[in-house]
Nanobody, 121 residues
């Protein structure tokens, strides 16, 4: 499967962005999906994840209540709605996939190219 992330950009603190990740090569319902991010000078961290049918989700503590992960398997797309953005959310955001579940960075087998989110104060 190939993943293409988009939707990043520059936004003021308190604003919103929606990231999209389109899959090709294989249907998305075969994959457990996640969004991860890497801020400058920091290690990559898991942000959110969603199960194959969308019935279960996971969020990292820093984004709970502000970010929402969702998926539309008919469109082969996963989304990350980001609200109430903070400067500390500034990072390159990656979508990733695996077939067997697990939201840790090392558990993902397929990665998109990343999209930059910059939140200004």
């Amino acid at each position: 499967v190939q993943l293409q992330a988009s939707g990043g950009g520059l936004v003021q603190a308190g604003g919103s962005l929606r990231l999209s990740c389109v899959a090709s090569g294989r249907t998305l319902d075969n994959y457990f999906m996640g969004w991860l991010r890497q801020a400058p000078g920091k290690e990559r961290e898991s942000v959110a994840a969603i199960s194959w049918g969308g019935g279960a989700t996971y969020y990292a503590d820093p984004v709970k209540g502000r970010f929402t992960i969702s998926r539309d398997n008919a469109k082969n797309t996963v989304y990350l709605q980001m609200n109430s953005l903070k400067p500390e959310d500034t990072a390159v955001y990656y979508c990733a996939a695996n077939e067997f579940g697990g939201s840790g960075e090392l558990e993902y087998d397929y990665w998109g190219q990343g999209t930059l989110v910059t939140v200004s104060s």
